[in-house]
Structures are given as structure tokens and as C-alpha cells.
């Protein structure tokens, strides 16, 4: 089993951002979420995007007309990088806490990027259950998850489809949970992309 070998609370993740140790920041919204998010038509949908950290997705589907839109992350500065390049991208809609303790509900949309690698591993039941509670009937859990190894000391937590897919299907009936095709480039062939409808 992974350990994390440091405490990933609100501390560890904000220095990251505040010593700009963030390789996993794409500086960009990725490809494959871009790519979905280019599909939707309903610009009512209620859109959670938790550990979404400078939120270029938030961004992106906020300058489209989605106003609907919340990013929930631990860290402040992360949030305050959103806010600086959104100042439209209503304070209300930056969920500052942790994902576990969020109370805000009856999301249609989450989305998923690099947020599930970087939890404690030990919590990944906790977290299915979590994103079932915050969906409405009828909502789904879109996005990527690594398919690869990764680390087993610190972040990013790696794994299988074949092992994630049944901690999923306990709450989620899969729609997607596929190969990713599109992946920005240092992920190819490492990530897949998932689209799961809420159980009832
Ligand atoms: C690896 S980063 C990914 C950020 C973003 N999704 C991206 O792709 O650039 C993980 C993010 O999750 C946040 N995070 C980790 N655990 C959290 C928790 N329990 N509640 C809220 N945010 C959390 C961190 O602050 C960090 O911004």
C-alpha cells in the first residue's frame, strides 16, 4: 500500500504553489477535458472542479458561459491565481477548505484532473463516496486518471484501470473508462479518461 511519507494538508499544498513547485500545472487547460468540455451544450450545468488548483478549466468554462462553475481547492494561492486572471469568477465559487468537508451539493458535473493522484491512496473510498454525495441524481464524474505506477512515498499516487474500476463501481456505472487518446504529451499512453453516471 502507499504511504505518504509527509502530511498533505492545507500547508504542504499552499507552499507549493508559494515556491512554484507545481510540475503538474499544465500552465494550459489539458487537451481531453478541453476537448469534453467542447461538447457540452447546457451552459446551466453545475460544475464542481475539486484540487483544481490554478483552474484553467474553471477558466475556460467560465469565459465560455458557464457560470455555474466552483473550484474547490486547499490551497488559497491557488485560488487567488484563478481570482487574478478571472476577476469576473464570482468569490462565492472558490470553495476554500477541503474536498472531504465540502458542504456545497447537487453538482450535474465533476471533473477529475491529477486531484485523485494526489490524495493519501488510503483515501480513494473515502473519495468515491464523497464525489457520489456532492453529484445530483443523474450526475457524473468526468476526467483522468493516471495508468501508471507513479510514486509511493509522495504525490502523485498512481494505479490501474484494474484497480481502480472496482473501488468506481460501487457508486459509479461507467459510461467512459478508457485509454485517454488525446493526453497533453508527457502523459500519453498514461492516462484514462473516464465518464461515470451516479448510481442511484
Ligand atoms: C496535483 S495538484 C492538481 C491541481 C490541478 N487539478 C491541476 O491539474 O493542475 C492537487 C491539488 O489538489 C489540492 N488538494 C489536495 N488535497 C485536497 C483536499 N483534501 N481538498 C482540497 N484540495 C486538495 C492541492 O492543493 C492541489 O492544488
Known amino acids: ?77 491557488a485560488l487567488n491565481n484563478l481570482k487574478q486572471r478571472c476577476p469576473d469568477f464570482p468569490e462565492s465559487h472558490l470553495l476554500e477548505g477541503d474536498f472531504f468537508e465540502l458542504q456545497e451539493k447537487g453538482f450535474d458535473l465533476i471533473i477529475e484532473q491529477t486531484f485523485f493522484c494526489a490524495i493519501n491512496p488510503a483515501l480513494r473510498k473515502k473519495y468515491v463516496e464523497k464525489m457520489h454525495e ?15 505506477v507513479l510514486n509511493s512515498d509522495v504525490p502523485p499516487f498512481g494505479g490501474s484501470a484494474a484497480e481502480y474500476k472496482p473501488l468506481f463501481d460501487t457508486r459509479f456505472a461507467p459510461l467512459r473508462f478508457e485509454p485517454c487518446t488525446n493526453s497533453v504529451q508527457p502523459r500519453a499512453g498514461r492516462e484514462l479518461f473516464i465518464e461515470m453516471l451516479k448510481k442511484t
Do not use: H
Not at 456532492?134 to 501508471?148: A, E, I, T
Open 1 to 77: 500500500m502507499q504511504q505518504p511519507k509527509v502530511s498533505l494538508d492545507k500547508n504542504y499544498w499552499d507552499k507549493r504553489y508559494k515556491t512554484s513547485d507545481f510540475g503538474w500545472d499544465l500552465g494550459e487547460i489539458s487537451p481531453p477535458l478541453k476537448a469534453y468540455f467542447d461538447t457540452l451544450q447546457n451552459k446551466n450545468l453545475k460544475i464542481l472542479i475539486p484540487g483544481a488548483g490554478n483552474a484553467y478549466e474553471a477558466e475556460y468554462l467560465f469565459n465560455k458561459g458557464f457560470k455555474q462553475v466552483y473550484s474547490c481547492d486547499f490551497a488559497r494561492s
Open 134 to 148: 456532492l453529484l445530483k441524481d443523474g450526475g457524473r464524474l468526468v476526467g483522468l486518471l493516471f495508468d501508471d
